[in-house]
């Protein structure tokens, strides 16, 4: 299967240093923009409690459940504390603040 390109929009609609929930297809995704500018894109729900990920801390490139406290790092969805990772996504920031999120 072909990886397909989505675009999600302005970067601006999310404030730096928090996360949004985007529908993309049949998949919910949590985007973060940091504080610096990066943005990352990971599944919308924790694998310990299903907590909403797009409402958690962020803090760099890391990442703070808002239930239970797990935290991941979003560049590689490994968890720093917990037991299970979560799913990354491919997403980048165009020129003109277009994100644009890659799925297989």
Excluded at 8 to 18: D, F, K, N, V
Excluded at 68 to 75: A, E, I, K, M, N
Aim: charged share 15%; with cysteine; glycine share 12%.
């Amino acid at each position: 299967m072909m990886a397909q390109l989505h675009n999600l929009g302005p970067a601006t609609q999310i404030p730096e240093g928090e996360g949004r929930t985007f529908t993309v297809g049949n998949k919910q995704l949590a985007v973060f923009r940091t504080r610096t500018g990066s943005v990352y894109a990971t599944q919308a729900a924790c694998p310990h409690r299903q907590g909403p990920l797009a409402d958690g801390l962020l803090g760099g490139d890391t990442l703070v459940c808002p239930l239970h406290d797990w935290s991941f790092d979003l560049t590689t969805g490994a968890a720093k504390m917990g037991t299970c990772g979560v799913a990354v996504y491919p997403i980048t920031q165009e020129a003109d603040g277009t994100l644009i999120l890659t799925l297989d």
